[in-house]
């Protein structure tokens, strides 16, 4: 069904939602269809239903144990894109799909920056992977190359998300760089069939999916036509943060930011760390408020004295941790960040922690 043209998601989740499952939405006609008020190239396209794309969705997903396809309601799928009106159907997946509910930030601007928009975004982006955030963008040349090529090279985690099929890779000079992305832990994401390329009208759909796995989005560098502005408009009517560096009055790669700032849609950031301390309150835990340095966490929540007590005295994965608390990667992460923060935690290359002496 997700291959019907002219479904998209809102159709998907307006079929799910009257007929109970895509078999039943199948299965009912098109007129049926048509009382739901849908798009008619998808009833058209209801008699030849693409069963060879299908075939084609299935056998890559068979091809590799790193390919994964995620629907709302799996248990993998990432909470943040499930909570968007309407999150997409599905999620084509290579790599490890737990990343994906990490915490994370979107890292986006222009696709030819300028020689210290691209050191800002590798800066950047190697801090925050430091600190145990993810680093979210958008496979293109320019600030998303340097901000991906940055978290891997730190021993961060990185995502992916691509306007095309998840068998193509787009721009194609990035195939080396969407493996090494693979192949340090992080993962490729597209809401895209198997067989599409990429085309203008996907890539505001995959800015939508960058802002909704992230908890806020930075905007390096980014003219005022700038798509980066997209995902920022995307990111703002998720909920989320949105933050933008400033440059000189001269450059009009700054313009974008500028204009983020001075209507007040985004906050103006000098260094990392003043991300940091602005996303701290939206790391949600379980059943607990975040800690605060007047109570500290070992006192007041047994998670985090568990995973203070279980990260002993030398440095440890994320997967060690994991298997010796029993907590979820996303609780973990989010723990971690806050305890990092707090002076508690250090974060070091390789996807280590250790406990600060």
Known sequence: MWRLPGVGPSGYQ??????????????????AWRQL????????????PDWDGADRDLDWLDASPLHHVLEPGDPRFPERLASLDPPPPLVFVTGDP??????????????????????????????????????????ALGVDSAAHEAAVEHGGITVAVTATGADRVYPAG??????????????????????????????????????????????????LRSGSLITARHALEQGREVFAIPGS????LAKGCHALIRDGQAKLVEQADDILGELLPHLRLPDTAAPTPAH?????????????????????????????????????????LIME?????????????????
């Not at 047994?302 to 029993?326: F, K, M, S, W």
């Not at 923060?341 to 002496?357: K, N």
């Open 14 to 31: 307006r079929l799910l939602e009257h007929f109970g499952s895509a078999r039943a939405a199948l299965s009912a006609g098109g007129a």
């Open 37 to 48: 008020g849908l798009d008619e190239r998808p009833v058209a396209a209801m008699a030849q």
């Open 98 to 139: 737990d990343v994906l509910r990490l915490p994370q930030l979107a890292v986006v601007g222009s696709r030819q920056p300028t020689a210290g928009g691209r050191d800002t975004a590798r800066a950047f982006s190697a801090h925050l992977a430091r600190a145990g955030l993810g680093i979210t963008s958008g496979l």
């Open 174 to 223: 990035n195939r080396d760089l969407a493996r090494r992305i693979v192949d340090s832990g992080g993962a490729l994401v597209t809401e895209f069939a198997i067989g599409i390329g990429a085309r203008r009208e996907h890539f505001p759909r995959r800015n939508r999916i960058i802002s909704g796995l992230s908890l806020g989005v930075l905007v390096v560098e980014a003219g």
């Open 249 to 252: 009055i001269h450059n009009p």
């Open 296 to 336: 500290p966490p070992e006192e007041t929540d047994p998670d985090h004295a568990r995973v203070l007590q279980e990260l002993g005295y030398d440095p440890v994965t994320l997967d060690t941790l994991h298997r010796r608390t029993g907590l979820t990667p996303d609780v973990l992460s989010s723990i971690l």
């Open 341 to 357: 923060l707090q002076g508690q935690v250090d974060a070091l290359p390789g996807g280590r922690y250790a406990r600060r002496r």
